[in-house]
C-alpha cells in the first residue's frame, strides 16, 4: 500500500509540474486576472516594475523637491491616439477621484500648449508604467489594459506622477515589514531598495500598510511564498482599491492643499 500511495503521490506531483504557470503568480501583465495574488502595476520590465528612470531626489516616500510637483496641482495631459472612449473614461474616472477627495486641489485638464504635460499610452505590449513627480517636457503614464481593469493601480500610476515612490521604498520600512530576499526573483532586488530621509519625506505621516503605493506580499515572488512579511501579523498590504486616508493626507500636504 505504502508503495502504491508513493506511486500516486508521485503521478499528482508530475501533473503539478506539468501543468500551466500558477495564474495566482502571473510573470506578466498578460496573464494577470484578479484573482491573482500580487497586482498589475507590480508585472512591468521597468525599475520598481513601473517607474521610469531617472528617479528625482525624493522627500519618506513623497518627493522633496518642489520641482518635481506640478504647479498649482494643475496636470495637462493628452490621450494617445489608441485611446477608446471607454478607456478614456476609465482614466478620467481616475482623475475625477483625485479632483473630488482634494477638492480641486488637484486638478487635470486636457493640454493646449503646455509644455510639460502627461502622454496617456494605452500599449498593451508594455507594463504599467509612470514617472515618478513632474519630470518636465512630455513624460508618460502607459495603461496597458490590465491596468485600466483595476482601478487601484490606474490610481497607482497618478500618484507615481504627482511624486510619490512606493510605500516599502521608505527609509524606515525595516521597522514595519521584512523583505525576504531570499524570495525575491534574481534580477529584481532592486525593486526593494529604500530611500535615505534626504531623499524621500513621509510629510509627517506613519508607514502605512494600506498605502495603494505599497507592493503586495508576493510581489517579485520567484517561488510563491512572500517577498514582504509584515511585522504587524494583522496588516494587509497591497490594496489597488484606492488611496487610503493616509496616502490622500500626503498627497494634500505636498501639494500644500
Ligand atoms: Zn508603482
Redesign the pocket.
Known sequence: MKGVASIVLLAALASLALAAPDRRFPKTGKEWTPQSLVNP??LGDYF????VLPLPLMGRNGLIDEKYRWPGGRVAYEFDTTYSESNKDKVRKAMNEYETQTAGCISFHERTSEGDYILFKHDNNDG???SVGKRGGRQSINYPQWCLDKFGSTL??M??ALGF??EQSRYDRDDYVTIMWENIEAGHEHNFNKYSSSVISGFGEDYDYGSV?H?SAHAFSANGEKTIVTKDPNAHIGQRVGLSEVDWAKLKKMYKC
Open positions: 502595476d507590480e520598481e516594475g513601473d517607474i504599467c508604467h509612470s497607482h500610476e500618484l507615481h515612490h512606493h503605493m507592493y
